[in-house]
């Protein structure tokens, strides 16, 4: 661990004093001796939309992953708000957070997953509502009509009442938008939300992503729709082989590509068609 | 190990545990005795079938119990830490409740093995079913229809705790229904005007 990380603040805010959503330092993950992040940097400004791009393999699931702290990093940092995620102060160092720490910071950031992963047994409702109420400690009846309000937000107010497995496969992943809006989490993560989903199902998926960006929820997507990162991301990032290799502005990053590396991810997916939806 | 014993061999070892351990105590290790029993006094035909069927249906339900908690899905155990769950809360809020499914079923044949087990206490003078029977029919001679008798009640019994588990099934089945409960969704469509 390098030196400047030996504090639970962040010491590149504290010199500039900018506070980024999200700050990820040098962050470093092996895999059974495989690099699956080999040295990631990246901040996440306030209301900022960050779509993660790159071939499979490249890192970018990971990344989100680490960042939810479902994987543990093996190197570097990464900060929510300035504070360390995974690591206290213990004795003058460092130590992993307890699971009860790393829960507490897990609620300050939602997750959307490939799979949903929605709680079977549980309606549409209960699993909006069950965080508010067992991890947030929410009144019961608040954290409903709250609930009720997102699933609206969603366009699944009529199916609070039915349980994930009478739902298709979009309706299931916009509940778990509603799921992590929830917890009002300071940044959401998106982890490829439509890959699993039919073809005519992703455009309602996406058009409630395009939604919370357009009301400037803070966001970290990765993804396969190129269309679709070009239309609502404030920056692109591709990754390659655990690395980021290029980032941008969407029209610079689609448009005119510096690297050899994108140039040949974007031509691949425009001639796949994988763009046109 | 305890399922590697045949259930009567342990009924009939725990019953004569007082030839192996004469005096039972209780105490702080390698001090003094707190409490001491004499063996012979505390296993009773009844403690030892007790202690006998427990261990041996234990071992079967941590198995089964296990193997329910192992077949839910990885990615509920992700959902449930990633919405900032406590590993207890996950356990008893989500993955248990899904874990019942599967779990309920052998539970129930475990259920009714141990009914259908205390039959083996018979033989430690244990009164169960079959011993006062016996005891009966010793007496009266009346072998055949007092082992019916036993019959139908064996089978009152274990009727009564399929219906049980029947209802238990359904009630952990919650979200798993093949089709839309009409009911259920009269009450989603009320609940969004």
């Not at chain 2, 001679?141 to 274990?158: F, G, K, M, N, S």
């Amino acid at each position: 661990m390098t030196g400047d990380v030996l504090a639970t603040r962040d010491p590149a805010a504290a010199a500039t004093g900018q506070v980024p959503v999200l700050r990820l330092h040098d962050v470093r993950k092996v895999f059974a001796g495989h690099a699956a992040l080999d040295g990631v940097g990246l901040e996440v400004a306030e209301g900022e939309v960050v779509v993660v791009v790159g071939p499979s393999g490249s890192g970018k699931s990971t990344l989100v992953r680490c960042v939810h702290q479902l994987e543990h990093i093996d190197a570097g940092a990464m900060y929510l708000d300035g504070e360390l995620l995974g690591h206290e102060r213990h004795r003058g160092g460092l130590r992993p957070l307890s699971p009860r720490g790393a829960a507490a910071q897990r609620r300050r950031i939602g997750m959307v997953f490939q799979q949903f992963h929605l709680f079977p047994h549980f309606t549409a409702l209960r699993n909006v509502t069950e965080a508010p109420v067992r991890v947030h400690g929410r009144r019961p009846a608040d954290a409903e009509a709250e609930a009720l309000e997102l699933l609206d937000r969603v366009g699944l107010r009529d199916r609070a009442h039915h349980y994930p497995r009478q739902l298709s496969g979009g309706q299931q992943q916009r509940v778990a938008i509603a799921r992590a809006l929830a917890t009002r989490p300071r940044v959401l993560l998106f982890d490829e939300p439509t890959s699993a989903l039919d073809p005519e199902l992703v455009d309602e998926v996406l058009a409630v992503v395009r939604g919370l960006a357009g009301d400037g929820l803070t966001m970290v997507v990765v993804t396969h729709e190129m269309a679709f990162a070009r239309e609502v991301a404030d920056r692109c990032v591709f990754m390659d082989a655990g690395r980021v290799v290029e980032t941008g502005p969407p029209e610079e990053f689609f448009g005119r590509p510096r690297s050899e590396r994108l140039q040949a991810f974007l031509s691949r997916h425009t001639a796949s068609g994988r763009s046109d939806s | 190990m305890f399922r590697g014993i045949p259930p009567l061999v342990q009924l009939i070892f725990w019953f004569n545990l007082a030839y192996l351990l004469p005096r039972i105590s209780i105490g702080i290790p390698f001090g003094p005795a707190l409490v001491s029993w004499d063996a012979n006094e505390v296993i009773t035909p009844f403690t030892a079938a007790v202690i006998g069927l427990s261990l041996v249906e234990s071992a079967y339900m941590a198995e089964i119990i296990r193997a329910g908690v192992l077949g839910v899905d990885l990615g509920q155990h992700e959902a449930a830490r990633a919405m900032g769950f406590t590993p207890v809360q996950t356990f008893f809020r989500i993955v248990l409740p899904q874990a019942m499914r599967t779990i309920i079923p052998p539970s129930g044949s475990q259920f009714i093995s141990v009914l259908k087990g205390t039959a083996l206490v018979s033989v430690i003078a244990m009164s169960d079913l079959l011993h006062a029977v016996q005891v009966i029919y010793n007496r009266t001679y009346q072998i055949v229809p007092l082992l019916l008798v036993a019959c139908i009640w064996y089978l009152v019994l274990v009727t009564l705790l399929t219906a049980g588990q029947r209802r238990l099934e359904q009630r952990f089945a919650r979200g798993h229904e093949r089709h839309v409960v009409p009911g259920r969704v009269a009450l989603g469509e009320e609940a969004a005007r």
